[in-house]
């Protein structure tokens, strides 16, 4: 896998939004990213995540995590670098991850966005074992919970967002591989799922 970060300078930024009739918005994002990966390539070889990191005046910010390296964008510099094997061989974590907070109804079968804090620990802490890990006691914090609303051609979409942010034991390898690869949770083409993450040594989680 390749990670890369796609820094955008403040005249990339206004040109960026000159070709979309003054919007830098999710879907502006997700068009950025989209064009670093040629749709020539297969599926499976087009598989990326990104998440969307801001910055300041003078630059924002794109994390990218790929099969393949990301092609020159026609705006911006890119820096990508091969994840190493070991990297997902630790047991402890400490990670951030933004995701589009979800329940299905247990009467309607409708998806329906989950709100409020202590619901949303509640719902992470709880799917967390699907995804291969167990979050560590008093770690998980969530913030930076909000609603997405942008245009995607002529639909408007609205997403609901929150970032999670803690520490973790890994309880099934290969579940956890998987979730890092393919991230954590519901559309991805929008800037959710990409699993941060940076080992932990026994010292470091009691901090």
């Given at each position: 896998?390749?990670?890369?970060?796609?820094?955008?300078?403040?005249?990339?930024?206004?040109?960026?939004?000159?070709?979309?009739?003054?919007?830098?918005?999710?879907?502006?994002?997700?068009?950025?990213?989209?064009?670093?990966?040629?749709?020539?390539?297969?599926?499976?070889?087009?598989?990326?995540?990104?998440?969307?990191?801001?910055?300041?005046f003078?630059?924002?910010?794109?994390?990218?995590l790929?099969?393949?390296?990301?092609?020159?964008?026609?705006?911006?510099?890119?820096?990508?670098?091969?994840?190493?094997?070991?990297?997902?061989?630790?047991?402890?974590?400490?990670?951030?991850?933004?995701v589009?907070?979800?329940?299905?109804?247990?009467?309607?079968?409708?998806?329906?966005?989950?709100?409020?804090?202590?619901?949303?620990?509640?719902?992470?802490s709880?799917?967390?074992?699907?995804?291969?890990?167990?979050?560590?006691?008093?770690?998980?914090?969530?913030?930076?919970?909000?609603?997405?609303?942008?245009?995607?051609?002529?639909?408007?979409?609205?997403l609901?967002?929150?970032?999670?942010?803690?520490?973790?034991?890994?309880?099934?390898?290969?579940?956890?591989?998987?979730?890092?690869?393919?991230?954590?949770?519901?559309?991805?083409?929008?800037?959710?799922?990409?699993?941060?993450?940076?080992?932990?040594?026994?010292?470091?989680?009691?901090?």
């Open positions: 896998m390749i990670a890369s970060v796609l820094h955008i300078s403040r005249a990339d930024y206004e040109k960026i939004r000159e070709n979309n009739q003054g919007v830098f918005d999710t879907y502006t994002l997700h068009k950025i990213v989209y064009s670093l990966f040629p749709r020539e390539t297969t599926e499976e070889t087009r598989r990326f995540l990104f998440a969307y990191k801001g910055g300041d003078y630059e924002k910010r794109i994390l990218l790929s099969k393949n390296k990301p092609t020159e964008p026609e705006y911006g510099t890119i820096e990508s670098k091969e994840i190493p094997s070991d990297f997902l061989s630790q047991d402890l974590y400490g990670f951030e991850v933004q589009n907070p979800v329940r299905r109804g247990s009467k309607s079968g409708k998806i329906i966005p989950v709100r409020g804090k202590d619901e949303l620990l509640k719902w992470f709880e799917k967390a074992p699907s995804f291969g890990f167990e979050v560590l006691p008093d770690s998980l914090s969530v913030s930076d919970t909000d609603v997405l609303k942008f245009k995607k051609e002529d639909h408007a979409v609205v609901g967002k929150a970032v999670f942010v803690g520490k973790l034991k890994v309880i099934d390898r290969q579940l956890f591989i998987s979730t890092f690869e393919n991230g954590l949770g519901r559309e991805k083409a929008f800037g959710f799922g990409l699993f941060q993450i940076v080992p932990l040594t026994n010292a470091s989680v009691g901090a």
